[in-house]
Antibody, heavy 123, light 107 residues
């Protein structure tokens, strides 16, 4: 059974830093891309970042580029999101999600999600 | 960046109703579109990929279709457990983007 478990959220002052972790199990970790998606209170879903299975390729939303860094440790089956220079608008539940590939190996969506971890940056 | 415009943002329906949600892409994305269902306090659930293929375990009352840059999620006969918020997502290119969501509430 695929499981994703986020941790590391909490209250952090503007300008501060935080590192989120996502511990994965139930699949061959190193062969799947992973994404972080966030959801501000009462708002919709916002894609934050993606990392390839090998970790060689990373992508970021403009809203976090230069402030957030995604990484993974394939020996520990763990995904990370290092967040710095945090702003009030970064307040959200952060989800990690596993990539799904259908026939031909095309990325087709996010098939498993963690339960989310709340990051609060007060004004 | 590819923008996705979902409509309506809110709809009120009764059990048994046929419900249709539309997602329009700002440029061509072929069939690189997924749909998700989210209930309050829960993570999103993966419903449909490649615009029209149901993920394993998703009830057959859900269906997806595409015509050009317009994509549709249809629930043929709304059930109590279907009252939720639905999101489309394009996976054609980065940055990945989601539609604004459609909240389906009980009439």
């Amino acid at each position: 059974e695929v499981q994703l478990l986020e941790s590391g959220g909490g209250l952090v002052q503007p300008g501060g830093s935080l590192r989120l972790s996502c511990a994965a199990s139930g699949f061959t970790f190193s062969t799947y891309g992973l994404s972080w998606v966030r959801q501000a209170p009462g708002k919709g879903l916002e894609w934050v970042s993606t990392i390839s299975g090998s970790g060689d390729s990373t992508y970021y939303a403009d809203s976090v580029k230069g402030r957030f860094t995604v990484s993974r440790d394939n020996s520990k089956n763990t995904l990370y999101l290092q967040m710095s220079s945090l702003r009030t608008e970064d307040t959200a539940v952060y989800y990690c999600a596993k990539h799904y590939y259908h026939s031909g190996g095309y990325f087709s969506g996010l098939d498993y999600w963690g339960q989310g971890t709340l990051v609060t940056v007060p004004s | 960046d590819i923008q996705l415009t979902q409509s309506p943002s809110f709809l009120s329906a009764s059990v048994g109703d046929r419900v249709t949600i539309t997602c329009r892409a700002s440029q061509g994305i072929s069939s690189y579109l997924a749909w998700y269902q989210q209930k309050p306090g829960k993570a999103p659930k993966f419903l449909i990929y490649a615009a029209s293929t149901l993920q394993s375990g998703v009830p057959s009352r859900f269906s997806g279709s595409a015509s050009g840059t317009e994509f549709t999620l249809t629930i043929s006969s709304l059930q109590l457990e279907d009252f939720a918020t639905y999101y489309c997502q394009q996976v054609k290119s980065y940055p990945l983007t989601f539609g604004g969501g459609t909240k389906v509430e009980i009439k």
